[in-house]
């Protein structure tokens, strides 16, 4: 008995630490620091689309999540607070939804919240979580999993699982990166 309590406790550390993730193989993962980031045009929840190489000359800020990720729902307030203090015209956050329900189940979920930065959807296909168009060319092992994209559309920082996005350590690495108005950080 005992030695079930603590199997089940390692498994909800591991989730909690590292995020959720999904079913992907052997050899595959993200895309690495230095790489070009791959184009993507994705609905946006409330209407349009959005288009990543139309944002070139702007740092970017890519977070894949799911409504079924309890350490997604737990970042994206701190990352809300990180864009309001950025505040920045060449500071652009992307949510992107990677749930097999799409806008319905999205939004269920967002009725809850209201966050500064807008939601992309880009869902799984089939029964295969994480199994999304956008999320395949980046390679993601998991939910969150966050890509920064420099201001000419390479990738200078990957993070897989949660983080404190508002500290002072992570605003001053932003305001780093905008102040260079070129390349990454």
Not at 16 to 25: D, I, K, S
Not at 98 to 125: C, I, K, M, N, T
Request: a negative charge.
């Amino acid at each position: 008995m005992g030695r079930i309590v603590l199997v089940a406790g390692v498994v909800v550390l591991a989730l909690a630490v590292g995020g959720c993730t999904g079913g992907r193989g052997p050899g595959d993962g993200p895309l690495g620091v230095g790489s070009l980031a791959p184009d993507f045009e994705l609905p946006l929840l409330d209407g349009g689309t959005i288009r990543l190489s139309d944002l070139r000359g702007k740092v970017v800020f890519l977070n894949f999540w799911a409504t079924w990720c309890a350490p997604c729902l737990v970042e994206m307030p701190d990352m809300d607070k990180l864009n309001n203090i950025l505040d920045h015209p060449d500071f652009v956050m992307l949510s992107v939804s990677v749930d097999e329900g799409g806008e319905e189940v999205v939004r269920g979920v967002l009725e809850q919240y209201s966050w500064s930065f807008p939601v992309l959807l880009d869902a799984s296909r089939g029964n295969r979580r994480l199994s999304s168009r956008t999320g395949k060319a980046y390679g993601i092992t998991g939910v969150p999993e966050t890509f920064v994209i420099d201001r000419g559309g390479y990738i200078v920082r990957h993070e897989s699982g949660p983080r404190t996005w508002s500290s002072s350590s992570q605003v001053g690495y932003f305001r780093r990166m905008l102040a260079q108005g070129g390349g990454g950080a």
